[in-house]
């Protein structure tokens, strides 16, 4: 297992597209604040400082976590079904099982690689403008450790979800497109249906898909937190069974 895993995490150093999304995010994350911090210097508005930019502008990172896990689920799993590797990985005698593990663990480390550079790059950039700053009264000293620790959790949930959908289609393209359009609908989808079936309420306010909402909250009541980091381990190991399951049964091309 350890070996699968070390030549997943080899392959994803020298993965192409890993590294044409972690350029991406890094020029978006550069480009961003720019933006306000030219339109309020024009305006004469106060520049936002570091610690101010990450607490306003933390859960804008949702939609980079959704975009990259997407991208890289297509291109870094899907792909290999394209080329035959997958079929050769399968056929090497190896437990499917572990090897769909393997695989969700280097991707995850991908993704999770992603979700940090906006709030790090985009952050020490705005530090540099303007200052870090302090952090508003009220929210606590480990309010940055937890943001980004809960954003890693928060990846890896998506990312098994993600490796679930490659095992689905084996296709790039159709990972990354119904990837997207999940991602992006299913809260609307669940909220509408909760409107009529107060069950889908439930099922939404205990998802990782409304909970990864509440990472960038400047304060958490101590109630609320282990459901924070319960719903998305939780996610983690049922999307992961649920990958291994359709892994065992697919037939590989």
Known sequence: MYNLIRS?????RKDRSFRVLLLISAILSLVYPLLYYFDHKSSGEP???GAEFLLKFMASNG???KFGVAALAGFFIASEYATGVMKTIASSGND??????????GFSVGAMAVSLVFPIVSTTEVSLLSGF????????????PRVLGLTLLYTAGYAAIGALFTAVFTESGKTIGFSMIFFLMIDTILGGLGEYIPFFTTVYDYS?????????????DSGDLPALLLVPLLTIVAAGLLGILVFRRKEIK
């Open 133 to 144: 700053g302090h952090l508003p009264e009220g929210v606590d000293a480990f309010f940055i």
């Open 63 to 65: 939609y980079v976590i």
């Open 96 to 105: 499917r099982g572990r090897l769909f593990t393997a695989k969700l663990i």
């Open 208 to 220: 990782i898909f409304k909970l990864m909402n509440d990472i960038g909250k400047p304060s958490i």
């Open 8 to 12: 997943e995490l080899f392959k994803l």
């Open 47 to 49: 520049q936002f400082t």
